[in-house]
């Protein structure tokens, strides 16, 4: 599986970006496919997850704000990001897994889209 990550950008606190994440591949839709995010002089951190059938986990932090949605038709993952805050600055990742839980590690990782949220 190839994953490729896009949307990123310069936006202002308050704002809206939506990320896509397109992967290659015929089994797309049976694997979980989650966003990471890393912020400078931070470690990577677990943002969202969306299981194959659909379940989510929202991250405390975006809950509320962000949504995580799929389309196995295009083989794309997105995340619509709303209410954007200075803390939300990152470069954020998508990763692919056949996994259980959140804690679980992830198959494949797309290379990241930086996301600038300005005060």
């Known amino acids: 599986v190839q994953l490729q990550a896009s949307g990123g950008g310069l936006v202002q606190a308050g704002g809206s970006l939506r990320l896509s994440c397109a992967a290659s591949?015929?089994?797309?839709?049976?694997?979980?496919m989650g966003w990471f995010r890393q912020a400078p002089g931070k470690e990577r951190e677990l943002v969202t997850i969306i299981w194959s059938g659909g379940s989510t986990y929202y991250a405390d932090s975006v809950k509320g704000r962000f949504t995580i949605s799929r389309d196995n038709a295009k083989n794309t993952v997105y995340l619509q990001m709303n209410s954007l805050k200075p803390e939300d600055t990152a470069v954020y990742y998508c990763?692919?897994?056949?996994?259980?839980?959140?804690?679980?590690?992830?198959?494949?990782w797309g290379r990241g889209t930086l996301v600038t949220v300005s005060s």
């Open positions: 990763a692919a897994g056949l996994v259980a839980g959140t804690g679980s590690p992830m198959d494949y």
């Open positions: 591949g015929r089994t797309f839709s049976s694997y979980a």
